[in-house]
């Protein structure tokens, strides 16, 4: 329905049909992790813990395998990664990725819009009902401004 109407207006305008693609990869990616997210997991780290209490101090820094010692700001950005790559292959080129930005970019702008217009509306309908709301209004709209001239100042510099 919405996926047939976006991909249809796709299709009219020449481009790609995106919407059909997006859920054959949530798709995939849904059927490959259900193994795992359906079922209930008991880890315990008590083999580990006996290993590395036998391990020399040369064989625990050649072998290292301590948890506390994993940068987890490093980790996740290389596990996603490599899901995208090895398990949903996904392109991964420097293209792609760029490509991926900018749609990221235009999406967030859209719902930057989105959000502005809603407020507008919003304190548009607040600021017909109520004097204070009113108020509010017109120095949120102050503020807004100045904000938008600081801005303006700081780029033209």
């Known amino acids: 329905?919405?996926?047939?109407?976006?991909?249809?207006?796709?299709?009219?305008?020449?481009?790609?049909?995106?919407?059909?693609?997006?859920?054959?990869?949530?798709?995939?990616?849904?059927?490959?992790?259900?193994?795992?997210?359906?079922?209930?997991?008991?880890?315990?780290?008590?083999?580990?813990?006996?290993?590395?209490?036998?391990?020399?101090?040369?064989?625990?820094?050649?072998?290292?395998?301590?948890?506390?010692?994993?940068?987890?700001?490093?980790?996740?950005?290389?596990?996603?990664?490599?899901?995208?790559?090895?398990?949903?292959?996904?392109d991964m080129s420097p293209a792609k990725l760029e490509e991926a930005r900018a749609t990221q970019a235009r999406f967030q702008r859209i719902w930057y819009v989105t959000v502005s217009v809603v407020t507008a509306l919003i304190g548009r309908f607040l600021y017909l009902k109520s004097p204070v709301c009113r108020n509010l209004w017109f120095k949120m709209l102050a503020t807004i401004m100045q904000l938008l001239r600081q801005i303006r100042l700081t780029i033209v510099s």
């Open 1 to 90: 329905s919405t996926q047939s109407t976006g991909d249809g207006l796709c299709y009219v305008t020449g481009k790609k049909a995106m919407l059909l693609r997006a859920y054959d990869k949530i798709h995939k990616a849904s059927k490959t992790f259900t193994f795992f997210t359906r079922r209930e997991w008991t880890w315990t780290d008590d083999n580990c813990n006996m290993l590395m209490s036998k391990m020399s101090d040369v064989d625990k820094r050649l072998y290292n395998f301590n948890v506390s010692d994993i940068v987890w700001e490093e980790y996740y950005p290389n596990y996603f990664r490599g899901t995208k790559r090895y398990i949903l292959k996904e």
